[in-house]
């Protein structure tokens, strides 16, 4: 079980909004920076969003992240069928002294 | 452009040492934080640990007491040793690099089989 809590699963037609959540506690998101991982089919992550709302260039600005709480979100705009991936959050836990990941969201595109 | 490439056995047999290295290439591997993850089939992502250039580490508790992360500047290389494997091990490791926070570049992953 991952300390970080993310829905398994999420879909959207083209052109539709899509948030994804991540919820953590006191010692990881409460705390501590949020980061977002895109990972295609077959393929290695790639880091989407960094500081909670951080994009690093080349990703494009569909892409965006926020933090409010112990819990954090990624939303994508405009949405592609090229969008369809697993996306994982991620944060530095201060109990663990490393780094924590979400389980994961699967995202479908209809 | 930096590339990060993971090499080393793809079959490793129960209780036995697995090892991985990590080369950077088109870069310097003499400042950020370098990190392995791993992700076993089907499933989420888990942090190893990671090195800084000049050496210091930080280990997941869970597998501290098997694994060690290393680091050679000369050949611009980190390396991966986790001990007494088993089934549970099995998984694509993956090299990164980043801050102690996160990760912005990573290699395309190696599977490796724990399996007698």
């Known amino acids: 079980q991952s300390v970080l809590t993310q829905p398994p699963s999420a879909s959207g037609t083209p052109g539709q909004r899509v948030t994804i959540s991540c919820s953590g506690s006191?010692?990881?998101?409460?705390?501590?920076?949020v980061s977002w991982y895109q990972q295609l089919p077959g393929t290695a992550p790639k880091l989407l969003i960094y500081?909670?709302?951080e994009r690093p260039s080349g990703v494009p600005d569909r892409f965006s992240g926020s933090k409010s709480g112990t819990s954090a979100s990624l939303a994508i705009s405009g949405l592609q069928s090229e969008d369809e991936a697993d996306y994982y959050c991620?944060?530095?836990?201060?109990?663990?002294?490393?780094?924590?990941f979400g389980g994961g969201t699967k995202l479908t595109v209809l | 452009q930096v590339q990060l490439q993971e090499s080393g056995p793809g079959l490793v047999k129960p209780s036995e040492t697995l090892s991985l290295t990590c080369t950077v290439s088109?870069?310097?591997?003499?400042?950020?934080?370098w990190s392995w993850i791993r992700q076993p089939p089907g499933k989420g992502l888990e942090w190893i640990g990671y090195?800084?250039?000049?050496?210091?580490?930080n280990y997941n508790p869970s597998l501290k007491s098997r694994v060690t992360i290393s680091v050679d500047t000369s050949r611009n290389q980190f390396s991966l040793k986790l001990t007494s494997v088993t089934a549970a091990d099995t998984a694509v490791y993956y090299c990164?690099?980043?801050?102690?926070?996160?990760?912005?570049?990573w290699g395309r992953g190696t599977l490796v089989t724990v399996s007698s």
């Open positions: 990164a690099r980043g801050t102690r926070r996160y990760f912005d570049l």
């Open positions: 088109g870069g310097s591997i003499s400042s950020y934080f």
């Open positions: 090195i800084y250039y000049s050496g210091g580490t």
């Open positions: 006191t010692s990881n998101i409460g705390s501590n920076a």
């Open positions: 500081s909670n709302n």
């Open positions: 991620a944060a530095w836990d201060d109990n663990l002294n490393g780094v924590v």
